[in-house]
C-alpha cells in the first residue's frame, strides 16, 4: 500500500497541474485575447488597406518593365491582376483575422502550460499566472510588424528583382491561341479541385481525429513522446484537448491550398502549351491528394482516382531545393509533382511515435540558427568598422534609407561576408554540416526540422561542397571576400587591401564569381523572410552604437536618436 502511495500522489499532482494550468490559462486567454487579437487584426488590415493602391502601381509598373515577358503574356497578365489582387485581399483579411483570434486565445492558454518546464515548483506557478500576458500583446505587435516588413519591403525586392532582369535571359511568351485554354483549365480547377479536396478533408478528418487520439492516449498510458517527462505532461493533454481544433485547421487550409493548386492548371496550361495536359493535371491533383493524405493517416497506398500524367519529361526538380513533402515523394510520385511538391497541404502532424522532450531538445532550434547568425553579422561588421573597411555613414544610410536606396553593402554584402566566414570555418574543422560562431554544429540530423530552413540548407551545404573541391588559396579566399562584400562596386574593391588577388586562369575566376552569385542569391532571398529585416535592423543599432562608444561620443541623446530609428 504505502509502494502505491507515491504514484498516486504523483498522479493527483499531475491532474491538478493541468486543471490548475488551464484555469490560468482560460482566464488569461479571456482578459488578454482579444486585445492581442485586435491589435493584430486591425494592424494587419490597415498595412493591407494602406499599402493595397501601391501594391496595385507596383505590379502594373512592373508587368510593363520587365523584359522577362513578351507583350501577349504582358497583356494576359494585366487581365489577371484584378482577380489576383482581390484573391489577395479576402484572404489576407480573413487569414489576419483567423490569425489574429487565434493568436489572441491559443497563446496566453500555451504560455500557462508552458511555465511547469521551469524546475522551481514557486516558479513554475508565478509563471502560470504571469507568462502570456503583456508577452502576448508584445508578440501581437512583433507580428503586425514582420507582416509589414513583407509588405512593404519584401514584396517590392521582388518585383525590383523582376524588373532588372537582363533582357538576355529566357524570354517567356504566350500564343494568343493559349489564353482561351487556360482560363477554361484555370476555371475547371476551381471547379473540379476545390470540391473533391474539401469532400476528401472532411471524409477523412473523422479519421484523422480518432488516430490522433489513439496515438496521444497510447503515449500517455505507455509514457513515450511527450508524456515521458513528468512536467511536460499538462502541455501534452493540452494537446489532446486541442487536437479537434487542428483537425479543422487542417481542412480548412487543405480547402483554401485547394484553390491555388486548382489555379495552377493554367500554368500548366502554359509550360506544356496543351490543353489536354491541363486537364491532366486537375484530375490528377485529386489523386494526388488523396493518396497524400493516405500515406500520412496510416491508410492504404495508392488512390481511387485516376492519375493521368501531365508533363511531356519528368520535371526535374534539384535536389539542392528539396524540401520532401512526405514518405511517398520518394519514389511513389515521381513524375508527376508540379513545381508545389505537396499536392493540398492539409497540414497534418505525423502519427508516428512521438519524439520524446529530450529528443526535441537535442535538435537545433530555428531561433538559434537566426540569433547565431544576427551575432556572427554582429561580431563581421565590428571587424570591417575597426578595418575602416565599411563606415558609420554607411551604417546610417543603411538604417534610414527610403525603399529602393538601401545601401547593397550593407543590407547584403555584410551578412553574406558573415556567412562566407561560417562556411569556411565548418570547411576548416572538417565539418559535415555547418559550423557557426558559437561552435554550434548543424547537421542534417539536428538541423530544425522547418520547411523554410530546408530551401536554403541543401543549398548551402551544396556551395560548401563546392568550395572545399576547388580549394581556394589565401589569396582567392580574400579576392571572394572581396566580391561577396562589394558586388560590383570596382571602386571599394580596389581601396581594400586585403592581400588578395584575380586568378588568371579565367574557368577559376568563373567559378568564384559563380559562388558569389549564388551566395549573393541567398542572401537576397534570406533578406525577404519574416523578422530577417527587424532582426538586422538591431544588429545595425548596435553597430551605430559601437562606433560611437569607440569614437567616446556616445551620449544619451545619441542612444536615444539610434534606438528612435
Given at each position: 500500500m504505502l509502494n502505491v502511495l507515491p504514484d498516486w500522489l504523483k498522479i493527483v499532482y499531475v491532474v491538478f497541474a493541468f486543471c490548475s494550468a488551464l484555469f490560468f490559462g482560460a482566464f488569461k486567454s479571456l482578459l488578454v485575447g482579444p486585445i492581442a487579437a485586435l491589435i493584430l487584426i486591425v494592424g494587419n488590415v490597415v498595412v493591407i488597406l494602406a499599402l493595397f493602391p501601391t501594391h496595385v502601381a507596383w505590379t502594373v509598373y512592373t508587368l510593363l518593365k520587365t523584359h522577362r515577358f513578351d507583350a501577349p503574356l504582358k497583356v494576359a497578365f494585366l487581365f489577371g491582376v484584378p482577380a489576383l489582387f482581390g484573391l489577395w485581399l479576402s484572404l489576407s483579411i480573413g487569414g489576419s483575422v483567423l490569425v489574429g483570434v487565434g493568436y489572441g486565445?491559443?497563446?496566453?492558454?500555451?504560455s500557462s502550460f508552458e511555465a511547469f518546464r521551469q524546475e522551481d515548483e514557486s516558479h513554475k506557478f508565478f509563471h502560470s499566472i504571469v507568462d502570456g500576458t503583456w508577452g502576448t500583446i508584445k508578440g501581437s505587435c512583433t507580428v503586425v510588424r514582420d507582416f509589414a516588413d513583407i509588405c512593404y519591403h519584401s514584396y517590392p525586392l521582388y518585383l525590383k528583382e523582376l524588373r532588372e532582369t537582363p533582357a538576355s535571359n529566357e524570354l517567356r511568351t504566350l500564343r494568343l491561341i493559349h489564353v482561351p485554354a487556360c482560363i477554361i483549365v484555370g476555371l475547371l480547377g476551381l471547379i473540379v479541385d476545390v470540391p473533391l479536396y474539401t469532400a476528401i478533408a472532411i471524409i477523412k478528418s473523422p479519421y484523422m481525429l480518432f488516430k490522433g487520439w489513439q496515438r496521444l492516449i497510447h503515449d500517455l498510458i505507455s509514457r513515450e513522446g511527450p508524456f515521458l517527462e513528468t512536467?511536460?505532461?499538462?502541455?501534452?493533454?493540452?494537446?489532446?484537448?486541442?487536437?479537434?481544433?487542428?483537425?479543422?485547421?487542417s481542412v480548412i487550409m487543405a480547402i483554401v491550398s485547394s484553390?491555388?493548386?486548382?489555379?495552377?492548371?493554367?500554368?500548366?496550361?502554359?509550360?506544356?502549351?496543351?490543353?489536354?495536359?491541363?486537364?491532366?493535371?486537375?484530375?490528377?491533383?485529386?489523386?494526388?491528394?488523396?493518396e497524400y493524405t493516405n500515406d500520412w493517416l496510416y491508410l492504404r497506398e495508392g488512390s481511387i482516382f485516376p492519375k493521368p500524367k501531365y508533363r511531356k519529361k519528368r520535371v526535374s526538380h534539384s535536389p539542392d531545393v528539396s524540401v520532401g513533402g512526405s514518405r511517398s515523394s520518394e519514389g511513389k510520385h515521381s513524375g508527376h509533382h508540379h513545381p508545389m511538391q505537396a499536392p493540398g497541404v492539409m497540414l497534418m502532424p505525423t502519427l508516428s511515435s512521438s519524439r520524446s522532450v529530450r529528443e526535441v531538445i537535442r535538435e537545433v532550434k530555428m531561433v538559434q540558427v537566426w540569433e547565431n547568425l544576427m551575432q556572427s553579422s554582429e561580431s563581421v561588421g565590428k571587424e570591417l568598422l575597426d578595418a575602416n573597411v565599411i563606415t558609420p555613414g554607411e551604417l546610417y544610410d543603411w538604417l534610414n534609407a527610403k525603399k529602393g536606396n538601401e545601401s547593397a553593402i550593407i543590407g547584403i554584402g555584410l551578412p553574406c561576408y558573415s556567412f562566407f566566414q561560417n562556411l569556411l570555418r565548418s570547411i576548416k574543422v572538417g565539418s559535415e554540416g555547418l559550423v557557426l560562431l558559437d561552435g554550434l554544429e548543424i547537421t542534417h540530423l539536428n538541423r530544425p526540422q522547418d520547411r523554410l530552413l530546408d530551401w536554403f540548407f541543401h543549398p548551402i551545404m551544396v556551395i560548401k561542397e563546392q568550395i572545399r573541391v576547388i580549394q581556394l588559396s589565401e589569396g582567392e579566399?580574400?579576392?571572394?571576400?572581396?566580391?561577396?562584400?562589394?558586388?560590383?562596386?570596382?571602386?571599394?574593391?580596389k581601396s581594400w587591401d586585403n592581400g588578395s588577388y584575380e586568378p588568371e586562369d579565367t574557368l577559376r575566376l568563373a567559378q568564384i564569381q559563380g559562388i558569389s552569385r549564388r551566395l549573393i542569391g541567398l542572401t537576397r532571398g534570406a533578406s525577404k523572410l519574416p523578422t530577417y529585416r527587424r532582426k538586422y535592423r538591431q544588429v545595425i543599432k548596435k553597430l551605430i552604437l559601437y562606433c560611437m562608444a569607440k569614437d567616446g561620443t556616445t551620449r544619451s541623446m545619441s542612444m536615444r536618436s539610434v534606438a528612435s530609428v
Open positions: 486565445f491559443f497563446a496566453p492558454l500555451i512536467a511536460c505532461i499538462p502541455i501534452a493533454g493540452l494537446t489532446i484537448l486541442v487536437w479537434p481544433i487542428v483537425v479543422i485547421g484553390i491555388f493548386i486548382g489555379l495552377y492548371g493554367s500554368a500548366i496550361v502554359y509550360q506544356e502549351r496543351s490543353f489536354k495536359r491541363g486537364v491532366a493535371y486537375v484530375i490528377a491533383m485529386v489523386a494526388e491528394f488523396d579566399i580574400r579576392y571572394l571576400e572581396k566580391v561577396i562584400l562589394f558586388g560590383s562596386d570596382s571602386q571599394r574593391m
